[in-house]
Antibody, heavy 123, light 108 residues
Framework: QVQLVESGGGVVQPGRSLRLSCAAS????????MHWVRQAPGKGLEWVTF????????YYVDSVKGRFTISRDNSKNTFYVQMNSLRPEDTAVYYC????????????????WGQGTTVTVSS | SHVLTQPPSVSVAPGKTARITCGGS??????VHWYQQQPGQAPVLVIY???DRPSGIPERISGSNSGNTATLTISRVEAGDEADYYC???????????FGGGTKLTVL
């Protein structure tokens, strides 16, 4: 079945780094763009970043530009987000997710979500 | 970024119809997607491209989009529909995915 499994979350001090991974299965990973979406405790959904199916197009929410980097390895059916210079406001559950369109831009809605991994930034 | 405005809460009696709005400037020119999120769970796509339903989503859930407002309609509301609902668009002007603030649907 179609599945996304995140890993790499944890507790980290402000200013430190963390890399989240998302392993995909059950669909042709190399044909779809992928997202990271986060949700701070008690808050709504916030889109973080998107990477196109071929890794060429990458987009970021303004609050993480220059600090977070999204990447993918289609040979491993896995994509990542490298999070540097972490701040307390980055504390959230991070979901990896699949865009429903096979487009270079995320126009299709998110049709598959992982279970989420928690990132806590605290001293 | 494009701002999407949702009411924080909507309440409806079982068996009645719930309508959740998502307001945005000329949102009718964009494709709107809707998600349902139960407490402690990942979101689920319930409507995409304004009014299409993914497989497994019941026909009593529908969507529309025109002018400055998109609407998610849930007919014959059941207790299991109680959840948070989010609208979402792709803003091609800023190259950002944007979510609305979310609406908590309470079944009375």
């Amino acid at each position: 079945q179609v599945q996304l499994v995140e890993s790499g979350g944890g507790v980290v001090q402000p200013g430190r780094s963390l890399r989240l991974s998302c392993a995909a299965s059950g669909f042709t990973f190399s044909s779809y763009g992928m997202h990271w979406v986060r949700q701070a405790p008690g808050k709504g959904l916030e889109w973080v970043t998107f990477i196109s199916y071929d890794g060429i197009n990458k987009y970021y929410v303004d609050s993480v530009k220059g600090r977070f980097t999204i990447s993918r390895d289609n040979s491993k059916n896995t994509f990542y987000v490298q999070m540097n210079s972490l701040r307390p406001e980055d504390t959230a559950v991070y979901y990896c997710a699949k865009d429903s369109s096979g487009s270079q831009i995320p126009v299709g809605g998110v049709d598959v979500w992982g279970q989420g991994t928690t990132v806590t930034v605290s001293s | 970024s494009h701002v999407l405005t949702q009411p924080p809460s909507v309440s409806v009696a079982p068996g009645k119809t719930a309508r959740i709005t998502c307001g945005g400037s000329n949102i009718g020119t964009k494709s709107v997607h809707w998600y349902q999120q139960q407490p402690g769970q990942a979101p689920v796509l319930v409507i995409y491209y304004d009014s299409d339903r993914p497989s497994g989503i019941p026909e009593r859930i529908s969507g529309s989009n025109s002018g400055n407002t998109a609407t998610l309609t849930i007919s014959r509301v059941e207790a299991g529909d109680e959840a948070d609902y989010y609208c979402q668009v792709w803003d091609s002007f800023t190259d950002h995915v944007v979510f609305g603030g979310g609406t908590k649907l309470t079944v009375l």
